[in-house]
């Protein structure tokens, strides 16, 4: 499942599920030019009516941008926009927009345009994986985080009281658009938390791709942000690990609860653990959902090396990378009682222990319960792993 490039410079990778849920996902700069003609590539030949969810600020820099190519595909365009930030990925949120979806008439053939990201787009595709029981939706993600990873692989869902993402649905979009464009507006913070969930694909499941990820990395901090992002070259490496996340998905489209290998979804919560355990300790508030994972990254990493699974110097490899996606907000002022009673909470564990993914190495995980790790060097690895000087 490798990116291919097309005479235009567009990058492309085929996410092969099956059962008529295969789709493509298409990265190139100025690709919301031409989501018109994605659209009516990929969706139903009597699709009349789109909505596209998004929030002010995107729909304000890229929205006309969609809504015109997708009317000069004789679509009708209606838009909804929601609230930004994490907190708005909620249940009231999903009713109101529901409540739009049937107001603006949609139906069973017409279809959903996430344009944003994270946020959006994971409330976007499970409003249309419960409307009229599922109808189609394109993901157009604008970060380099929902490029690179929540867009690709179908899991939708909202946060409620109590946790994040415990309400969902696999619903596989039809398409992917990615702009590389739209980074270009993206804040340094929110640069930082994708580079953060890109250093976690290549960790946890594919060495050549972390290396990759660490090179592009080094080179934004030697030559400039505009080294690595305006010549192709991240967009290269965006196709990559979407090509990446692709192969997964296709092993292991639902994360089954069975699978402890080192091929199944799962290894994708590399760092997901303790990153879940600061966001809802601040109220995420202080972190960026990428940022947790960064610290999540390196306490797993302790672990691995606490368990003798890691080398140290592997860990110390993980930790340059970590370095050089972005500094963090500090952790080191988080009381580890409450860091600990938060991680139980963590919607990845099965049948009452949680499912930590540590490494053996760069690039291959191992699947470990929390019966094995011992209070003591939980403690020390948190306390190294959120230490302030990375
Ligand atoms: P986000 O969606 O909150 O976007 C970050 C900020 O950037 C927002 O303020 C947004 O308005 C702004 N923004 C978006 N695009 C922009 C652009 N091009 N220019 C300027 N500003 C822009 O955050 P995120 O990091 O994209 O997503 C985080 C969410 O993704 C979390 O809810 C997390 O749980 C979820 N997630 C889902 C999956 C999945 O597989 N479904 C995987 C990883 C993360
Ligand atoms: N981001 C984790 C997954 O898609 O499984």
Not at 357 to 371: N, P
């Amino acid at each position: 499942m490798r990116a291919q490039l097309t005479r235009d410079g567009t990058r492309r990778v085929e996410v092969r599920l099956g059962g008529g849920k295969d789709y493509r996902i298409e990265i190139a700069a100025g690709a919301l030019e031409g989501i018109g003609a994605v659209a009516r590539g990929t969706l139903s030949p009597h699709a009349q009516r789109i909505v596209v969810v998004s929030n002010a600020k995107v729909f304000g820099l890229y929205g006309e941008r969609v809504a015109a190519s997708l009317r000069g595909a004789e679509f009708d365009v209606a838009t909804w926009l929601m609230g930004d930030g994490e907190r708005h990925k909620s249940w009231r949120t999903l009713e109101r927009t529901l409540a739009f979806f049937g107001e603006k008439g949609l139906g069973r053939s017409d279809a959903v345009i996430a344009l944003g990201g994270g946020v959006v787009g994971d409330l976007a595709g499970f409003a249309a994986a419960v409307y009229l029981r599922g109808i189609a939706y394109l993901q157009v993600p604008t970060t380099l985080l929902a490029q690179i990873d929540s867009s690709v692989g179908g899991k939708t869902g909202v946060n409620t009281r109590t946790g994040k993402n415990l309400i969902g649905a696999f619903h596989q979009p039809r398409g992917v658009v990615i702009d590389t464009a739209t980074l270009r507006t993206l804040p340094p913070r929110e640069m930082t938390a994708g580079w953060c969930e890109a250093i976690k694909q290549g960790a946890a499941g594919d060495r050549h791709l972390f290396e990759r990820t660490h090179q592009a990395l080094d080179v934004r901090a030697t030559a400039g942000r505009a080294s690595v992002d305006d010549d192709g070259s991240l967009a290269d490496l965006i196709a990559a690990q979407c090509a990446f996340k692709a192969k997964i998905v296709a092993n292991d489209e639902r994360e089954e609860i069975g699978r402890t290998d080192h091929r199944s979804r799962r290894i994708l919560n590399f760092g997901h653990t303790v990153a879940h355990a600061l966001e809802a300790l601040t109220g995420y508030r202080r972190f960026r959902h990428g940022e947790a994972v960064g610290y999540g990254m390196l306490a797993a990493g302790e672990l691995s090396v606490g368990l003798g699974l890691l080398a140290p110097a592997e860990l110390e490899s993980l930790r340059r990378t970590v370095r050089l996606a972005g500094r963090l907000p500090r952790a080191d002022d988080l009381a580890l009682a409450e860091i600990l009673r938060a991680l139980p909470a963590d919607k990845k564990s099965v049948g009452g222990h949680v499912q930590w993914v540590l490494l053996e190495k760069i690039g291959r995980a191992r699947i470990i319960s929390d019966s094995e790790i011992g209070a003591r060097l939980l403690r020390s690895a948190l306390r190294a792993a959120l230490a302030r000087d990375l």
